[in-house]
Each structure stands twice: as structure tokens, then as C-alpha cells.
């Protein structure tokens, strides 16, 4: 998985409550993503990180803000979780470069609201 | 605009065929066209990408064909093997410097032996 981890890697919380994703890589990329997962919609992407305090929404960012201290870590944010946000998250970096485009996916975190 | 339409849905191919998968765009400034493999509990891998200014590109029994003007792109796994078997996305990135991929809705893969 490129040098990224996810933590948790399942969650499982009530509704109302705030929860936290962390993302991690050690491959110093400049670019960090989250997404989330779910049927019927594949990948669709919540925010992203173009260096070091430096982030922007995605196309779904409504109920979630993300933070980025470092380089190494993305912090991803459900400020009161609701049902709607059961999913599988992911987090990928990049290094955009002439022939450097790709993305790569961490493990997936799957978080449960009940 | 922003949108990439992936069809079918799902897929069953026998053991040594072909299997298909189709994508289509709108948005013509698009310059990156990847191909990503999932499988069950795993985060997505890059398999095959291809940008704008070829028709085709070839990496083993995988190719992508590329067709500029009808804005579609298509994955043929040659020779398919149960080991196939997984959910494919297709994606594209718009100009820009984010990098921001847009993804089609999946096609899940299964090749019966």
C-alpha cells in the first residue's frame, strides 16, 4: 500500500458523536486525498491536500473537514456522524510530476454510525 | 461535466475470454485516464494508465484503448483468469496541478473457471 496506513481500520460509532481518521505516509508526497466508498457511487473524494496546511473540498465535503500539521499526516474529521456517513474511507497520496500522476490508496478505514 | 459514466455494472466472463469494460467522459480537458483494481478489503491499485495523445497502451494481458474523439476509453483483460476477479474503476484527471481524479462507478469482475 505505498507506505500508507490508516487508523482505525474499523470503527464502529453512534450518531452525533465526532470521529477521526487518520491517515499516514512515509513516502513524504505532497498530495494527500480522501474518499469515500460506497455502492453504486465508487470513489468520490471529500478533500484534499496540497501540502502543509494547505486543503481544499472535494466534490462530497459537507460534514467532514480534514487537517494536514505535517507532511506525513492527513486528519480527516466527522464533526457529529451521521448515518449517511457509514463507509469505507481511503485515504491516497501523489507526487505530481511529467510522468508522475498516480495515486495510491491506503487500506481503507470502515466506520460504521449506527 | 466532471462526470465518467463506467458500464456494465458487473461482469461474468468464463476462464481464458475477454472481459470489456467501458468508459466514457465529457470533459475534454482530461489528460490522465488510469485504471484502478480492487479487491475485497483493499484499498484500489494502479493497473494500466494511459494520457490523451495514444489510442492504445499494452501492459501484459491488459490494454486500454483510447478513443479521443467519441471521449471514450475501454480495459480488455486478455485471457482472463479467476485471479481476475475483482472490482475495476475507471478514472480521469482534469488540468490542473491537485492531481484530483475523477472516478466511474465501478465494474465488478467475476471469472468463472
Known amino acids: 500500500d505505498a507506505g500508507i496506513t490508516q487508523s482505525p481500520r474499523h470503527k464502529v460509532t453512534e450518531t452525533g458523536t465526532p470521529v477521526t481518521l487518520r491517515c499516514h505516509q512515509t513516502?513524504?508526497?505532497?498530495?494527500m486525498y480522501w474518499y469515500r466508498q460506497d455502492p453504486g457511487h465508487g470513489l468520490r473524494l471529500i478533500h484534499y491536500?496540497?501540502?502543509?496546511?494547505?486543503?481544499d473540498k472535494g466534490e462530497v465535503s459537507d460534514g467532514y473537514s480534514v487537517s494536514r500539521s505535517k507532511t506525513e499526516d492527513f486528519l480527516l474529521t466527522l464533526e457529529s456522524a451521521t448515518s449517511s456517513q457509514t463507509s469505507v474511507y481511503f485515504c491516497?497520496?501523489?507526487?505530481?510530476?511529467?510522468?508522475?500522476?498516480?495515486?495510491?490508496f491506503g487500506p481503507g478505514t470502515r466506520l460504521t454510525v449506527l | 461535466q466532471q462526470q465518467v459514466k463506467q458500464s456494465p455494472q458487473s461482469l461474468i466472463v468464463q476462464k481464458g475470454g475477454i472481459s470489456i469494460i467501458n468508459c466514457a467522459y465529457e470533459?475534454?480537458?482530461?489528460?490522465?485516464f488510469p485504471w484502478y483494481q480492487q479487491f475485497p478489503g483493499k484499498g484500489p491499485a494502479l493497473l494500466i494508465a494511459?494520457?490523451?495523445?495514444?489510442s492504445e497502451k499494452k501492459e501484459g494481458r491488459f490494454t486500454i484503448s483510447f478513443n479521443k474523439s467519441a471521449k471514450q476509453f475501454s480495459l480488455h483483460i486478455m485471457d482472463s483468469q479467476p485471479g481476475d476477479s475483482a472490482t475495476y474503476f475507471c478514472?480521469?484527471?482534469?488540468?490542473?496541478?491537485?492531481?484530483?481524479?475523477?472516478f466511474g462507478t465501478g465494474t465488478l469482475l467475476a471469472v468463472q473457471p
Open positions: 470533459n475534454t480537458a482530461f489528460d490522465y
Open positions: 491536500s496540497y501540502g502543509v496546511k494547505d486543503t
Open positions: 494511459i494520457r490523451p495523445d495514444v
Open positions: 491516497a497520496i501523489s507526487e505530481r510530476g511529467s510522468n508522475t500522476d498516480t495515486q495510491y
Open positions: 513516502e513524504n508526497h505532497r498530495y
Open positions: 478514472a480521469a484527471k482534469g488540468g490542473g496541478a491537485t492531481n484530483k481524479l475523477i
